[in-house]
């Protein structure tokens, strides 16, 4: 039930939304989650399948595409990078969302059998097409 003060409740509305906003935030630039070697973030990815082949579009701001490397080793992809820091040391940071360092997403194929057709890499975006096996393919 709601309190009868619509200034308590719009605060406390207000709380609920910024809350969220930071859940959002960690899930989207949230520091990795697998056993990476070294400490790293990880980047959000798109996902879809059309009948022949599933695309990965991964987001990856600031990354110079000779930092990129993209493996698939027993039915995993595995994206691996590294975004510098463009900050001088010496500069005053008044926010910093932007993740940089090293960073490492893994993604567990449908099947093991998915082979990398063609990437694509422009305004930050990766992507990338996986030829799907058909159903009578070994």
Request: glycine share 6%; charged share 25%.
């Amino acid at each position: 039930m709601k309190n009868e003060d619509p200034l308590t409740w719009m605060w406390l509305d207000a709380c609920e939304m910024v809350r969220q906003a930071e859940r959002l935030h960690r899930r989207l630039f949230g520091v990795g989650h697998r056993d990476a070697p070294f400490p790293c973030w990880e980047p959000p990815v798109d996902i879809y399948e059309t009948a022949r082949e599933l695309h990965v579009i991964a987001l990856l701001p600031g990354v110079d595409q000779d930092k990129l490397a993209v493996t698939i080793d027993g039915g995993i992809l595995t994206i691996t990078g590294s975004s510098p820091f463009p900050v001088p040391v010496k500069a005053h940071i008044h926010r910093l969302e932007i993740p940089y360092g090293d960073f490492e997403k893994t993604i567990a194929l449908p099947s093991p059998a998915y082979q990398l057709t063609g990437t694509d890499y422009r305004n930050g975006c990766l992507t990338l097409s996986l030829h799907k096996p058909a159903e009578n393919e070994p």
